[in-house]
T-cell receptor
Framework: AQSVTQLGSHVSVSEGALVLLRCNYS??????LFWYVQYPNQGLQLLLK??????LVKGINGFEAEFKKSETSFHLTKPSAHMSDAAEYFC??????????FGPGTRLSVLP | GAVVSQHPSRVICKSGTSVKIECRSL??????MFWYRQFPKKSLMLMAT?????????EQGVEKDKFLINHASLTLSTLTVTSAHPEDSSFYIC???????????????FGPGTRLTVL
């Protein structure tokens, strides 16, 4: 079985500040991990993914995430928040032959 | 990259009517497609897995007679919400797997979603 938790349903940061969105997972198989962003009334846009190999993954729009197996975490970071980063962010876990399991989401607000 | 489209992007219907939502893979043939439902301010929940030419596999708690899924071709899957009621109002998102990229979960591409509002 797989599951995802995202600490903080709502995170607010100031423009230019560090963005940190937390994701912890559980998986009975080697995990594939994903971060998606969703803008209002739109579908999911893939930010980045971890499958195998390098544990620090760089994605679009300056986001990156690090897979830490010992901590079962895949936190999303961005050094400097921009107003356009305000959206809903979903962490998801899957595995070979497994379905996607999405976390509950974290709404990011960016304050001017 | 691969593109998955959905039509319509939003639909409003009266209670008791049926609504069909289409999911298309535009530049690849998808042997497997997935349907998700997203309640307001909630996460996505997998409803069913659709395999071309065979019956869909529904997740526990999803009424298969309510949510009819057809995957008649390698580029099209449809979700029909039958006898829709206000509680069926939701955001429905499909995804499609590109078999040329293997069977890993990173071979899935998500559609833009369909907003269904039942009055």
């Amino acid at each position: 079985a797989q599951s995802v938790t995202q600490l903080g349903s709502h995170v607010s940061v100031s423009e230019g500040a560090l963005v940190l969105l937390r994701c912890n997972y559980s998986s009975s198989v080697p995990p594939y991990l994903f971060w998606y962003v969703q803008y209002p009334n739109q579908g999911l846009q893939l930010l980045l993914k971890y499958t195998t190999g390098a544990t620090l993954v760089k994605g679009i729009n300056g986001f990156e995430a690090e897979f830490k197996k010992s901590e079962t975490s895949f936190h999303l970071t961005k050094p400097s928040a921009h107003m356009s980063d305000a959206a809903e962010y979903f962490c998801a876990v899957s595995g070979y032959g497994q379905n996607f399991v999405f976390g509950p989401g974290t709404r990011l607000s960016v304050l001017p | 990259g691969a593109v998955v489209s959905q039509h319509p992007s939003r639909v409003i219907c009266k209670s008791g009517t049926s609504v069909k939502i289409e999911c298309r893979s535009l530049d690849f043939q998808a042997t497997t497609m997935f349907w998700y439902r997203q309640f307001p301010k909630k996460s996505l929940m997998l409803m069913a897995t659709s395999n071309e030419g065979s019956k869909a596999t529904y997740e526990q708690g999803v009424e298969k007679d309510k949510f009819l899924i057809n995957h008649a071709s390698l580029t099209l899957s449809t979700l029909t919400v039958t006898s829709a009621h206000p509680e069926d109002s939701s955001f429905y998102i499909c995804s499609a797997r590109d078999p040329k990229l293997g069977q890993g979960p990173d071979t899935q591409y998500f559609g833009p979603g369909t907003r269904l509002t039942v009055l």
